[in-house]
C-alpha cells in the first residue's frame, strides 16, 4: 500500500536549520510529483511548491523563496525540505503529499517548532 | 497568491444538509480550470481528498458528499449530517500561474 512516512519532530533555535525527510513506499516514486504544504499552529493549509521526481526540478510558491530548498534521492524514494535560517514563525506542521491533481496520500506531518 | 476564501466555522445537526462556500478570483476559481479539491482533516491529522475536479468522489468516500462551482465560487455539501462529520474542510485550487491555492479552512460543528 501506498505510504509516506516523514521524519519525527524538531525542536531548533532561530537561526538554525533543519532538514524533513518523506520516505515513499509502495508506487513508483518518479511517478508523481512530490508537494509540501505547511500549517501552522491553528491555521490553514498552505501550500509551498512542488518538485517534479522525474526531473528533480523543484517550484517554489511565493513566499517560500529563498530559504526553503526541495531536494530528492531517488535512490530510496525520499524527498526533503530544508529550511535554512530559521524563525519563529516558521512553527508548523510540514506535509509531503503525494500529487496527480489531487493530493491523494499525505505524510504524517513533521512537527517543526521553531523557539529560543 | 491570496488564499481562497471559507467561512471560518459551519455547524448542523445530524440528519441536516449543510453547505461551505470557497470563493475566489479570476486567476483561480473564476479561471478557465475546473480543477477544484476539497479535502477533510481531523485534528492532530493529515488531510484527506474527499472531493476531485470539483465534484469526483475517490473511491471509498461517501455519496453524502457532494461538490459544485459556478463562477468564482466552489462548494461542499454534506448531507445527512453524522457526528463523523465533524472535522475541518479545506478546499483547494489550481491557478493560471500554475500553481495550487487552498482555502483558509473551514471548521464544521455537528450539534
Known amino acids: 500500500q501506498v505510504q509516506l512516512v516523514q521524519s519525527g519532530s524538531e525542536l531548533k533555535k532561530p537561526g538554525a536549520s533543519v532538514k524533513v525527510s518523506c520516505k515513499a513506499s509502495g508506487y513508483s516514486f518518479t511517478t508523481y510529483a512530490m508537494n509540501w504544504v505547511r500549517q501552522a499552529p491553528g491555521q490553514g493549509l498552505e501550500w509551498m511548491g512542488w518538485i517534479n521526481t522525474n526531473y528533480g526540478n523543484p517550484t517554489y510558491a511565493q513566499g517560500f523563496t529563498g530559504r526553503f530548498v526541495f531536494s530528492l534521492d531517488t535512490s530510496v524514494s525520499t524527498a526533503y525540505l530544508e529550511i535554512s535560517g530559521l524563525k519563529t514563525e516558521d512553527t508548523a506542521v510540514y506535509y509531503c503529499?503525494?500529487?496527480?491533481?489531487?493530493?491523494?496520500?499525505w505524510g504524517q506531518g513533521a512537527l517543526v517548532t521553531v523557539s529560543s | 497568491q491570496s488564499a481562497l476564501t471559507q467561512p471560518a466555522s459551519v455547524s448542523g445537526s445530524p440528519g441536516q444538509s449543510i453547505t461551505i462556500s470557497c470563493t475566489g478570483g479570476?486567476?483561480?476559481?473564476?479561471?478557465?480550470?475546473?480543477?477544484v479539491y476539497w479535502y477533510q482533516q481531523y485534528p492532530g491529522k493529515a488531510p484527506k481528498v474527499i472531493l476531485y475536479?470539483?465534484?469526483k468522489r475517490p473511491s471509498g468516500v461517501s455519496n453524502r458528499f457532494s461538490g459544485s462551482k459556478s463562477g468564482g465560487t466552489a462548494s461542499l455539501t454534506i448531507s445527512g449530517l453524522q457526528a463523523e462529520d465533524e472535522a475541518e474542510y479545506h478546499c483547494k485550487a489550481y491557478t493560471t500561474n500554475m500553481t495550487w491555492v487552498f482555502g483558509g479552512g473551514t471548521k464544521l460543528t455537528v450539534l
Open positions: 479570476g486567476s483561480d476559481l473564476g479561471g478557465p480550470y475546473h480543477y
Open positions: 503529499a503525494r500529487s496527480w491533481g489531487a493530493f491523494d496520500y
Open positions: 475536479e470539483v465534484d
